[in-house]
């Protein structure tokens, strides 16, 4: 079988992979993220997931599969990214409350020392409910914001402020596993089951 190395340090991408017969590399990119405001968020996702598979693939040359994803939350024309602070955080939430966003996770593959590569992307739509001020405060004190794209998680305390969602699940958590399991299939002969 095909090594596999996961070019994140997201505990959430890694635990997502173990569900299945994927034992992954990890090795978590060091790359700066920049979000340039006149890009798509697709673009930028995929170009931040595919910046992180070049750089990690760099340390790698047995044909070992190398897989990057990025995930950014767009809502009303703005990226959000991570919050850099507990005032970011707040004011994203804040922001979130009572609209629909769009979670965008870019998805890039390569193979060591090969021309193999794909760049792709998912998309999921996720409405927050209405908040108080009081529960948006109640959220950024249990610091489960930090290092999530938007400003929250949905696979954890952040479920409670999801009215809904249409798309991937998967996706808002960090990694699309039924995008993942297609493009490995299509491009690489790896099936995640």
């Known amino acids: 079988m095909d090594t596999i190395v996961l070019a994140s340090g997201s505990p959430r991408r890694r635990d997502l992979l173990l569900k ?7 090795e978590e990119p ?4 920049k979000i340039y405001l006149d890009e798509a968020p697709e673009q ?3 170009a931040l997931s595919f910046e992180k598979v070049a750089q990690v693939a760099n340390k790698f040359n047995n044909g070992e599969i190398i897989i990057g994803a990025d995930t950014i939350v767009a809502c009303d024309g703005l ?3 991570k919050p850099k602070n ?8 804040k922001f979130l409350s009572n609209r629909e966003h769009q979670v965008i996770t870019g998805i890039s593959i ?13 998309s999921t739509i996720v409405k927050f409910r209405k908040l108080s001020d009081k529960k948006i405060q109640k959220y950024i004190e249990s610091n489960e914001y930090i290092d999530k794209a938007g400003g929250y998680g949905i696979q954890g305390l952040g479920s409670i402020l999801v009215e809904y969602i249409n798309g991937c699940y998967f ?13 490995l299939e299509r491009y690489f002969n790896i099936n995640l089951l």
């Open 20 to 26: 299945y017969k994927l034992r992954p590399i990890i």
């Open 30 to 33: 060091q790359i700066e993220e």
């Open 44 to 46: 930028v996702a995929m």
């Open 79 to 81: 990226i959000l990214g």
């Open 86 to 93: 507990e005032y970011e955080g707040k004011e994203m939430i």
């Open 110 to 122: 390569m193979r060591s020392n090969c021309n193999i590569k794909i760049i792709d992307y998912e």
């Open 171 to 183: 996706n808002v958590v960090g990694l699309p596993i039924y995008k993942l399991d297609t493009l």
